[in-house]
């Protein structure tokens, strides 16, 4: 007896926090990708440019002061032209902005395909999630999530890459020639100006990740309650709860707004509290350069040489409190998506799990049988207790009872969307925690009661139970589930946008879209939940005889409310609060005169009142 796996706490995952740092290393295998030299080579030849562009900027300086002295009185006025100089100085400027080009250029490659890798990445570990994560998510707030992450990742790699990065190349080799041309001193309080600055930024940017952190929680609050809403749109419509509705999103916006006004209040502060700090260290070593001029210590082209350093530094460190806080909420919201990357699924194909496909081909294909299944959504809530039944390959089982009794529990229990708590769910012998989830999932084809269709045309819906079927195919399919007259009737046939979720479509046009789909799939397991609930009698009666057909070769559960769609069902379970009340066929079940016999009295007489009363 085997037990599933713990459920994975959503909420307290999301709240695990890491610093910058780890985050920042979570990026390294996206921008050094393994077996992928041409890309490793462009990061090398970036960090190249990145140097080779900083050496250039701080060369600058260097040759524009010397052409300055050599223009001055003190060397022989303007009698020599400094050709050489004036030239150097072109090209090294031009070498300045053109090395900083080609590493961007080079660099761009890699950085925008590190953020596709790693968003195709969060979708498809979303994809492979379970059921009990989906059932418990935000739909609107996970897509706000993985859209700022991209955006933050984006962000770092431009800013922390090229700004950050090259302000410290720089920063360190202005601090290297200013000690070399002048003094300690001057080397002194140009460090300790950038260092003031940086450690207000970094204590006053603490604050503000707070704050930002609560505006994006409002923020994914309001999205998810508007997306919310706006799915629910005819549910709100029934019930008048417009009114209702906006003053809930109001709320959501009320306090993204609080929240917004403290997160630019206190960017104002700090911009002006690293204003305060530049300034101050640019007049204090200004007055130290004058008096420089003054004694005779230093040239004019020296005095130019430091105050054309110092505004050169003053530029990106002003412009670094900008980038340092689109870095920090870069890195939080990057955070969030590697928080979900590290969301755990409570089912996972085992190592070494086999193909389906491949065992059932050397036998039998589709015996599924359930051997003592026990199954709860909780410790406290207990739905399957010891379900023991078989169906043979080919036949047909059909599972009814009152709601709540657990019959749609068992279809997601077969297709694996739960591990069960005990016992085990085989198919042609093997347990389907020893399969691939890939290969369980191609076999077996499920008709849900609630039909959801994609945003896409009705070819579309009905291919995707076999992408890349024909039109033949497609239409074929179509004709069996009773649809195709329906769908040739409209203006653009099979290319007709269904709408969000289906919804320009009837509920017996979406069910008979998607029981099209399921038989374009030709799985060799049917699970039949509901699937012509939505139908009115005629065309459930047509359709029934479509579904006949096609499951006359195949395994087929049918979980089913009314009873008069199952009389032909091999066998027939009546589960009663998680246990199997009743088994036997329609007229055995009948001669028992137990749960069966009265749910069937009760439909007969409700379907009786149900039909038109003829008169005179």
């Not at 599933?4 to 979570?26: C, D, E, F, K, Y």
């Not at 006025?77 to 053109?98: E, K, N, Q």
């Not at 916006?253 to 700090?277: D, F, H, P, T």
């Not at 001029?293 to 430091?306: A, E, H, N, Y």
């Amino acid at each position: 007896m085997r037990s599933a796996a713990p459920p994975p706490q959503l909420p307290a995952s999301l709240q695990v926090q890491r610093s910058g740092i780890q985050t920042v290393l979570s990026l390294v295998p996206y921008l050094w990708p393994a077996g992928n030299a041409v890309a490793r080579l462009r990061v090398l030849a970036a960090v190249v440019c990145l140097v080779l562009a900083k050496v250039a900027t701080v060369g600058v300086p260097l040759i524009y002061a010397r052409i300055i002295d050599r223009l001055t009185p003190a060397h022989g006025g303007m009698l020599v032209l400094p050709v050489a100089l004036v030239v150097a100085y072109g090209l090294t400027r031009i070498g300045s902005s053109g090395f900083g080009e080609l590493r961007d250029a080079l660099f761009a490659a890699v950085g925008q395909r590190a953020v596709r890798q790693l968003a195709l990445r969060t979708f498809q570990h979303l994809h492979g999630l379970s059921l009990r994560f989906h059932l418990d998510r935000q739909t609107g707030g996970l897509a706000r999530i993985i859209d700022r992450a991209t955006q933050g990742m984006q962000s770092v790699l431009r800013l922390a890459v090229f700004n950050v990065v090259p302000t410290a190349i720089e920063l360190a080799l202005v601090t290297i020639v200013i000690w070399r041309l002048f003094d300690w001193r001057f080397a002194a309080a140009t460090v300790l100006a950038v260092l003031a600055y940086i450690v207000f930024t970094m204590l006053f940017a603490s604050r503000r990740a707070r704050l930002r952190r609560t505006m994006n929680d409002t923020d994914n609050d309001a999205s998810t309650k508007a997306i919310d809403s706006l799915l629910n749109f005819e549910t709100v419509k029934y019930f008048g709860n417009e009114a209702h509705e906006a003053a809930r999103y109001d709320a959501s916006l009320a306090r993204y707004e609080r929240a917004a006004v403290k997160v630019q209040v206190s960017l104002n502060m700090l911009n002006l509290g690293q204003a305060v700090i530049i300034v101050t260290g640019l007049t204090i070593i200004m007055l130290m350069a004058a008096n420089g001029m003054r004694d005779g210590s230093m040239t004019i082209g020296k005095f130019v040489l430091i105050n054309t350093y110092l505004m050169q530094l003053y530029q990106p460190l002003n412009f670094l409190g900008m980038v340092y806080m689109t870095i920090r909420q870069g890195l939080v919201d990057m955070e969030q998506m590697f928080r979900l990357l590290r969301v755990p699924s409570d089912v996972t194909d085992r190592p070494g799990a086999m193909e389906l496909a491949a065992h059932l081909s050397e036998g039998p294909a589709g015996d599924v049988c359930f051997e003592n299944v026990s199954f709860g959504y909780g410790p406290d809530r207990a739905i399957l207790r010891g379900v023991d039944f078989a169906v043979p390959a080919g036949r047909k089982l059909a599972i009814v009872g009152p709601t709540g009794a657990g019959k749609s529990t068992i279809s997601r229990l077969l297709f694996r969307f739960y591990d069960v708590t005990s016992g085990r769910i085989t198919i042609d012998g093997q347990d389907i925690r020893d399969l691939t989830q890939q290969s369980l999932h191609s076999a077996i084809g499920v008709v849900p009661q609630d039909t959801v269709l994609f945003n896409d045309t009705i070819r579309y819906n009905i291919a995707y139970g076999r992408p890349g079927a024909s039109q033949d195919e497609i239409e074929d399919a179509a004709r069996l589930a009773q649809v195709h007259d329906f769908v040739m009737k409209l203006p653009d046939g099979y290319d007709t946008q269904v709408g969000e979720r289906g919804l320009k479509l009837s509920g017996g046009e979406k069910q008979r879209v998607a029981i099209a789909r399921t038989i374009l799939k030709d799985p060799r397991i049917l699970i039949l939940d509901e699937a012509t609930s939505a139908l009115d009698t005629r065309t459930e009666q047509e359709i029934q005889a479509a579904l006949r057909g096609l499951a006359r070769y195949r395994t087929t559960l049918v979980i089913a409310h009314r009873l008069s769609t199952v009389v032909d069902a091999d066998e027939i379970i009546v589960l009663s609060e998680g246990r199997i009340a009743e088994r036997g066929t329609h007229e055995a079940l009948l001669a028992q005169r137990g749960l069966y016999t009265r749910m069937w009295a009760l439909q007969t007489i409700e379907q009786e009142e149900a039909e038109p009363v003829e008169t005179d």
